[in-house]
Each structure stands twice: as structure tokens, then as C-alpha cells.
């Protein structure tokens, strides 16, 4: 693991498991130091053990993002502890499948909550730091972004808003020093696809129309990505939307 003489802070959300754990790994091989935030307290707090296992800097912050208050604070916390903030990812996600007529009031709510509103005031945080560092954001969106996805109307729903939060953004900052992206993922190989299922008596073939012709990628293939926008090297790339979805999206 190679450190620089002043290492690069990021927050990532979403941290505890999946792509948000790969992007950490990812940063912390760059010699990032790391806030990471998620609601699963226990397994935070094991993969930041594990980071810290492998030399990386890293604190836990368990934390409900539905909570506006925990946004801000959890940026706090990560400007505090390393006296800055270079790089900002939302990668804490919620996916749930239903027939759109079916879906809950508190399931819609939990879904926007977490997905678009969150990122929304992690960015509000952020950015004052973040232009401070001359540093960025990376949003993680979805195919689901870019393409009707039947039985999850909320999630698609959320993750359109989050495009539009970076395109927005994007635009705003245009003339200042922040980079403003998002990755796209199709389908990966983590936990929340194995919890979450359509229904038993969902039409297959609006499915497969999504599904796409290759197999699921693994989260660290996404998380290289986002490593590779959130990185110095990336400097060019600002208000994109980069898919990684093995070419579902693509037509
Ligand atoms: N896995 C896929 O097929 C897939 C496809 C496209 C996009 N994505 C997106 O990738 C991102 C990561 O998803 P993943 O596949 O790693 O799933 P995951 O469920 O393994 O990870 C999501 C993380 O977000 C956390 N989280 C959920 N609600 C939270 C809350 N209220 N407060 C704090 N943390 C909360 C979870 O605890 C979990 O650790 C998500 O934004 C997801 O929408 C995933």
C-alpha cells in the first residue's frame, strides 16, 4: 500500500458491505484516508478493521443517512478527524422489488430517503470542503437511471434523481474547483441482489429487457471505477455519467 506525504481524505457511504466496502479498498490502496459510513454498525466497524489491518486510516461512522442531521454530521466528523476532505462518494443504496401499485407509502419514502435525498445532503455538506480541496463526487446511480426498470419504480425513480442532482451540480460548480460525477452499474454480485427478488408472478420478459446478456460484474470491477473518477488522474472528467453495466444501457 503506497501513502503520499498528505493523504487524500473521502467519506463513502454505504461502506459496511458491497461496492461501497470495494471503493474503500480500492482508495485505501491509493493511501486515502477514510471516513466510512453506513447503518450496519457491526460490519462498518469490521471492514474498517480490516483497512486498518491492511495500513490505511480509517473511522467508522454507523449512522441512519435517512437523517439529514447524520449527513452533515457524519462530513464533520470526517473533516475533524483528518482536517479536510478531498473526495465524496454516495454509494449507500436500498433496492426493492414490487409491483408498482403494491409498493408501501414507508418502503417509497425509505427508498427516496436513502438514494436521492441522502446524497443530496452529503453533497450540501461537502461541497464547502470539497471546493476548499479542489476535490470531487462521485454519485453511484444505477442502470436504473438511464432506463425503465418495471417492479422497481421507486428505485428507478430515486436513482434518476440522483443523475439529475449531478448533472445539476455539475452545472452549478462549473466554473469552481470541484469535479462533479457518477458511475452507472448494471447488475453486481452483492447482497443486495441476493436479498431482493421481484415478485412471484412479475412478467419475466419485462425483466429480461434489463437483465442484460452478461453476467453480473463484481463489486471491485465497479469500484475501480469510481477509484479511477475520484483519483487526481481524472481531471478532465466533470458532470459525466460513467456506465459500467456491460452494456445494458448501450441500445
Ligand atoms: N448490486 C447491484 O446489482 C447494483 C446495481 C446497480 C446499482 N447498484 C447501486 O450500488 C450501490 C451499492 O449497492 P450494493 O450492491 O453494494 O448493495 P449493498 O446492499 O450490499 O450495499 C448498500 C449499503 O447501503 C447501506 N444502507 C442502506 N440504507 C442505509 C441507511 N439508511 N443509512 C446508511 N446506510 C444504508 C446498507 O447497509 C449497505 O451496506 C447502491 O447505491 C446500489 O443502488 C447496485
Not at 460490519?43 to 473511522?59: D, F, K, N, P, V
Amino acid at each position: 500500500m503506497t501513502h503520499e506525504a498528505s493523504p487524500r481524505v473521502a467519506l463513502v457511504t454505504g461502506a459496511a458491505r458491497g461496492l461501497g466496502k470495494a471503493v474503500a479498498e480500492v482508495l485505501a490502496g491509493q493511501g486515502v484516508a477514510l471516513l466510512l459510513v453506513d447503518i450496519l454498525a457491526e460490519r462498518l466497524e469490521q471492514t474498517c478493521a480490516e483497512l486498518r489491518t491492511r495500513g490505511a486510516s480509517c473511522t467508522a461512522f454507523p449512522a441512519d443517512i435517512r437523517e439529514r442531521a447524520n449527513c452533515i454530521d457524519a462530513v464533520e466528523a470526517a473533516v475533524t478527524t483528518y482536517g479536510g476532505l478531498d473526495v465524496l462518494v454516495n454509494a449507500a443504496g436500498l433496492l426493492r422489488f414490487d409491483h408498482a401499485v403494491d409498493v408501501p407509502e414507508a418502503e417509497f419514502w425509505q427508498i427516496i430517503g436513502v438514494n436521492a435525498a441522502a446524497p443530496f445532503w452529503f453533497c450540501q455538506a461537502a461541497i464547502p470542503h470539497l471546493l476548499a480541496s479542489g476535490g470531487n463526487i462521485v454519485n453511484v446511480l444505477s442502470q436504473s437511471a438511464l432506463i425503465g426498470t418495471p417492479y422497481a419504480v421507486p428505485y428507478s425513480m430515486s436513482k434518476g434523481a440522483l443523475l439529475q442532482l449531478t448533472r445539476s451540480l455539475a452545472l452549478e460548480y462549473v466554473d469552481m474547483p470541484i469535479r462533479i460525477n457518477a458511475v452507472a452499474p448494471g447488475g453486481m454480485m452483492t447482497e443486495i441482489s441476493e436479498a431482493t427478488r421481484p415478485p412471484v408472478d412479475a412478467d419475466f420478459a419485462k425483466i429480461k429487457r434489463y437483465s442484460g446478456d452478461r453476467p453480473p460484474s463484481q463489486a471491485a470491477e465497479v469500484a475501480a471505477v469510481v477509484g479511477f473518477i475520484s483519483s487526481p488522474a481524472a481531471s478532465a472528467v466533470h458532470g459525466a455519467v460513467w456506465t459500467a453495466d456491460g452494456g445494458v444501457t448501450a441500445g
